[in-house]
């Protein structure tokens, strides 16, 4: 192997933000951070927000993601809830008419 064109390799412990569980692994990525590991060495502490501990595809845990912000984004863009609301209001007046139109029709029989 060719000396000082590899980046250093050194042991690091990995931290779930999101469960808590830490590994210890061997990585190139560098931190600030350090903590105590259980044998009592202390190493670089690198923070991840998703992990084997935490992914739904490890835990069989599906998080619920609420498709309809698109739906809703889509309809305030094209004015698609009013449009839809509009034509309700005018076929409820339609309805309105057609009844107070056989109404009259009926009393004038009478």
Known sequence: MQQDIHPDYHPVVFLDTATGFKFLTRSTMKSKESIEWEDGNEYPLVKVDVSSASHPFY?????????????????KKYNWDKRREEAAAKEQ??????????????????
Not at 59 to 75: C, I, L, M, N, P
Not at 93 to 101: D, H, S
């Open 93 to 110: 007046a339609a309805k309105e008419e057609k009844a107070a139109a056989q109404s009259a029709g009926n009393a004038a029989e009478s």
């Open 59 to 75: 835990t069989g845990k599906q998080k619920y993601v609420d498709s309809a912000g698109r739906v809703e984004k889509f309809q």
